[in-house]
C-alpha cells in the first residue's frame, strides 16, 4: 500500500546514449511547511483517535487529503461544520483572526498546523497595520491563504493580483504604504508587481526578507535551470496548488511545454510524441510516491534512464505545534514518532 510519507525514488540509472531520459527536479515535492501540517494530523489521529476536523484541505493535494480521510480525519469548509467543543486543525495555508474567534465560540480545541512562514506574513500584515499603513498584499484573493492574511487588517487592506490592479490602486495616504505577498507566488511575477508598486509610491516599504518562501523559490530556481534541457517538463501537483501551478507558468514562460498532474493517469500520450527529455518536479505539496508512479510511468513509455538534478540542497525542518508536542508528552507510550 502506498503511503504519504517521502520515499527516496532512485537517484541515477543510467542508460544508452540516445534512449529517451527523465530529468528529476531536486529540490521537488513536500517542503517544511507540508511535513509539519501532514504530522500534526497523523499525530492526531494516532494521539486523541478520529474523529479529527481539518478545517480545509489541510494541504492542497488531493492524494494526501483522502488518505488523512481514511484515517478518521473529516475536512469541513468552514469551522460551524465542527461540533462544539471537538477537535479542530487549521490546514497549513492558514487562517484569519475571525475562524480563529469562531473556534472559540464553539469551545473548539485548536491545534494550529498553519506553516510558520504563513504566521511570518500574518505578523507583518498586524504590524504594518498598528504602525497606520494602507496595506497591499500581491496574491491571488480566492487563494485560502490570501483570506486568511487579509483577515488580520481588513479595513486597511487591498488584495492585487495583476499590473493593471496596481496601477488601478488608491489609498489615502502614498506616502504611508506597505507591501507583503502570497508564499507561493511566481517570483518574477510578484517581482515585477512590486517593481510597479515602487513605481507608483516610492516611498513604499516591505517586509524585512521576502514572503515568497524558500521552497516555492527553490522549486522554481530548479524548473529555470532545467527546463531547457527538456522537451517537456511535468509538475506532480493538484489544480488548487499554487505553488505547483505557477511550477508550470515558469516552464511555459521559458518556451518548455509544462503540464500539471496529479498523477501518472493524467499524462496524455500525445504529450510524449516527439519527447526525448521529461523534467519531472512536484509542488511544494505532493507527495514523493506520485513522482515514483510518474517515473516507473514514463519507464513504461520508454524513458529508460532517470537521472537526479540536485539544483539545490534543501534541509528546512520546522517543530511541532505546542498542541502536540504536549500530546505526545502525555502518552509517552504511543507510538507516534515527531
Ligand atoms: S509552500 Fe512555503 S509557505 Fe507553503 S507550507 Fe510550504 S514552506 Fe510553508
Not at 501532514?38 to 492542497?60: M, N
Request: charged share 25%; with cysteine.
Amino acid at each position: 500500500m502506498t503511503t504519504i510519507t517521502d520515499q527516496p525514488t532512485p537517484a541515477h540509472v543510467s542508460a544508452p546514449d540516445g534512449e529517451r531520459k527523465v530529468l528529476l527536479l531536486k529540490p521537488r515535492g513536500f517542503c517544511a511547511g507540508v511535513v509539519r501540517a501532514v504530522d500534526i494530523v497523523r499525530i492526531a489521529l494516532e494521539t486523541f483517535g478520529a474523529p479529527i476536523y481539518v478545517r480545509k484541505e489541510i494541504v492542497h493535494n488531493r492524494f494526501v487529503v483522502n488518505e488523512l480521510a481514511e484515517k478518521g480525519a473529516i475536512f469541513v469548509e468552514d469551522i460551524d461544520q465542527v461540533p462544539e467543543g471537538s477537535r479542530v486543525i487549521y490546514s497549513a495555508h492558514g487562517v484569519s483572526p475571525a475562524v480563529r474567534q469562531q473556534s472559540k465560540d464553539r469551545n473548539l480545541r485548536v491545534i494550529d498546523a498553519t506553516c510558520p512562514l504563513v504566521t511570518k506574513v500574518h505578523v507583518e500584515a498586524v504590524k504594518f497595520a498598528r504602525q497606520g499603513y494602507s496595506l497591499v498584499l500581491i496574491g491571488h484573493r480566492d487563494h485560502e491563504e490570501i483570506e486568511g492574511t487579509l483577515g488580520e487588517a481588513p479595513d486597511v487592506t487591498t488584495v492585487v493580483s495583476s499590473a493593471a490592479e496596481v496601477a488601478a490602486l488608491e489609498v489615502p495616504d502614498p506616502n504611508r504604504v506597505a507591501y507583503l505577498t502570497q508564499t507561493t507566488l511566481s517570483l518574477d511575477e510578484a517581482r515585477d508587481m512590486i517593481e510597479a508598486l515602487k513605481k507608483k509610491f516610492p516611498n513604499i516599504v516591505g517586509p524585512h526578507s521576502q514572503d515568497i518562501c524558500y521552497a516555492t523559490e527553490n522549486r522554481q530556481v530548479a524548473v529555470k535551470n532545467v527546463a531547457h534541457q527538456a522537451d517537456l517538463v511535468l509538475v506532480v501537483g493538484s489544480n488548487n496548488s499554487s505553488n505547483s501551478n505557477r511550477l508550470v507558468e515558469v516552464s511555459r514562460n521559458l518556451g518548455t511545454k509544462g503540464y500539471l498532474i496529479d498523477n501518472s493517469k493524467a499524462i496524455r500520450p500525445e504529450w510524449l510524441e516527439g519527447v526525448a527529455t521529461v523534467a519531472v518536479t512536484a509542488g511544494a505539496s505532493a507527495p514523493e510516491v506520485l513522482v515514483e508512479d510518474v517515473v516507473k510511468y514514463l519507464g513504461s513509455k520508454g524513458f529508460g534512464s532517470v537521472e537526479e538534478v540536485e539544483v539545490m540542497p534543501e534541509n528546512v525542518r520546522f517543530g511541532l505545534p505546542p498542541e502536540i508536542v504536549q500530546a505526545i508528552q502525555a502518552a509517552p507510550s504511543s507510538p507516534v514518532s515527531a
